[in-house]
């Protein structure tokens, strides 16, 4: 083999398939930035209005992190919405005679258990995912509206708005110390795996890890007013960075993987599957409990139609992501990019007065288009490379996965 075809396989990382999403927000920032100058209006890419679109996005994120891992394992989750917006409730009403820890604690052991329910429903019982979560959608809903008895629930304590509203400004030689970890992490992983001859695997922590970094470096030395975010998009960005990092380098993402790429090859991997598909559920719950406290901190108020709908966009933020919904594909970050990409479109339909009334359309089309493309790109990699083909990372022998 050449020089030149060893370093095939990890370039492959930047192919169109596996880095597609990423090229779409590219695209579509880009278009934005351009029109915006053809047309005279102020430039989109404005560091004010790149904090404003994470901050959209951030809440929506969170969930669609979580949500990734329960479409992996092979199941969704329609109660989320239902989920945080009663989860949020009950942390109001309880917040001024609890206080904030524990009204934060009661909120997320509401997610808990509807996640429990659902995963044990499922996975035990047998129900379809579908019916159990709308079921658990219908009476989340039910009972938040008798909660808040069809009015808006509010709290005299301000301190889920002081939490939510909060700014942390990340300092910038922290930023210029993780900026040269995230490369120096990349560098470190390429030598060591040149030095070994595995030249394939450089392609999937390397390159992420050294885009990373620059970015971060570029943040800092061009737009440190995006080192200071709001609390909710430091918590989606460490989200995201935790759970892909266990889902991409621990034993416990390679079985997430497993149970959700073949559940007969899983088991006799040794894996509990059940105990992995109950415990996304469970996680998913309580995500969506963190996001229905920072919802009710961002308004200080919830009512009964509180984050009604937002189920789908998470679904399609997945979806925009490549996240396979047959289990056993898919990745937390493009998942947060497949979110970046809804609220972009929607931010650059406000800035640019391009008429709100298309903005479900063209939604629409684009999850579509994207869902297209990635079901053809499936089936052209399984015909040209055969079933041997997979981007998860492989399930170990039994000896070493045992459950």
């Known amino acids: 083999m050449t020089a030149t075809k060893a370093w095939l396989p990890p370039l492959r990382a930047l192919s169109l398939q596996r880095a597609g999403v990423v090229y779409a927000l590219a695209l579509l920032v880009a278009g934005l930035q351009t029109y915006s100058l053809i047309v005279g209006r102020a ?70 258990a509807i996640g429990l329910l659902n995963g044990v429903l499922v996975q035990f019982v047998g129900v379809n995912a579908f019916i159990v979560t709308l079921g658990t959608l219908t009476a989340g809903r039910g009972a938040l509206l008798l909660l808040t008895d069809g009015r808006t629930v509010t709290a005299d304590s301000d301190a889920f708005v002081t939490l939510e509203s909060g700014d942390y400004q990340l300092p910038i030689a922290l930023g210029y110390v993780s900026a040269a970890a995230l490369v120096g992490g990349a560098v470190f992983l ?74 007969e090859a899983a088991r006799l991997a040794g894996i509990n599957v059940a105990r992995y598909r109950v415990a996304a559920f469970m996680l998913n719950g309580a995500a969506a409990a963190v996001v229905g406290v920072l919802y009710a901190g961002k308004l200080g108020a919830i009512n009964p139609q509180a984050l009604q709908g937002i189920e789908l966009t998470i679904l399609a933020a997945a979806i925009l992501g490549g ?61 040209v490379a055969g079933p041997a083909v997979s981007e998860t990372p492989p399930v170990k022998p039994p000896n070493q996965i045992a459950s």
């Open 190 to 263: 390429c030598l060591r795996r040149t030095a070994r001859g595995d030249v394939a695997r450089l392609g999937g922590p390397v390159i992420p890890l050294a885009i990373s970094g620059a970015a971060l470096l570029g943040v800092a030395v061009y737009a440190p007013r995006l080192l200071r975010l709001p609390t909710s998009v430091w918590i989606m960005i460490a989200l995201t960075a935790i759970v892909g990092s266990i889902l991409r380098f621990t034993v416990v993402g390679r079985r997430v993987y497993a149970t959700g790429g073949n559940v």
């Open 323 to 383: 996240t396979s919904l047959l289990g056993g594909l898919g990745s937390v970050a493009k998942s947060v990019i497949g979110a970046l990409i809804l609220f972009v479109l929607a931010n650059g339909f406000n800035i640019l007065n391009l008429g709100a009334n298309w903005q479900g359309l063209v939604q629409g089309v684009v999850i579509v288009a994207a869902a297209t493309i990635y079901t053809a790109a499936g089936r052209k990699r399984r015909k």
């Open 43 to 112: 430039p989109y890419l404005t560091a004010d209005n790149v904090a404003n679109v994470l901050e959209q996005t951030s809440l929506v994120a969170i969930m669609a992190v979580f949500m990734t891992i329960v479409l992996i394992t092979g199941n969704f989750d329609l109660s989320v919405g239902a989920t945080a917006a009663l989860s949020g409730a009950v942390a109001l009403k309880v917040l001024d005679s609890l206080g904030a820890p524990l009204a934060f604690l009661v909120a997320v052991l509401v997610g808990l």
